[in-house]
């Protein structure tokens, strides 16, 4: 067994326990707020997998392609972790911004 199996399994490994336990957390979880903690295993599995992927192929076609996964699922996932709480907050407390017809009431000290 070389060097390069031994390192991917152990990314590969790795990628697949950190994927479990964030389905594990996720169901766990009751809330919004408390589930949303795990999608960062989410993104950190996925970008281990794709490092399993990329360093057995090298840069071949399938490794830039697992790079590109890689860097797209680290850009893209906290956008959307983002965005999910943020509805989740919009939907349970209402948008804090005024809209257009109402007016702030200031008191003066």
Do not use: N, Q
């Not at 009751?30 to 997998?49: E, K, N, P, S, W």
């Not at 990329?54 to 399938?62: K, N, Y």
């Not at 893209?76 to 999910?84: D, E, F, I, R």
């Amino acid at each position: 067994m070389s060097a390069r199996e031994i390192v991917t399994i152990v990314l590969l490994g790795l990628g697949v326990l950190l994927e479990l336990v964030a389905c594990l957390g996720i169901v766990a979880m009751r809330g919004v707020y408390d589930r949303l903690h795990f999608t960062g295993l989410t993104t950190l599995g996925a970008a281990a997998i794709a490092a399993a992927v990329l360093v057995d192929d090298s840069f071949s076609m399938i490794g830039d392609k697992a790079l590109l996964v890689a860097v797209f699922v680290l850009v893209t996932a906290p956008v959307l972790t983002h965005a999910t709480a943020r509805a989740a907050r919009v939907s349970e407390h209402g948008d804090w911004r005024l809209r257009r017809d109402e007016r702030v009431d200031v008191e003066e000290r």
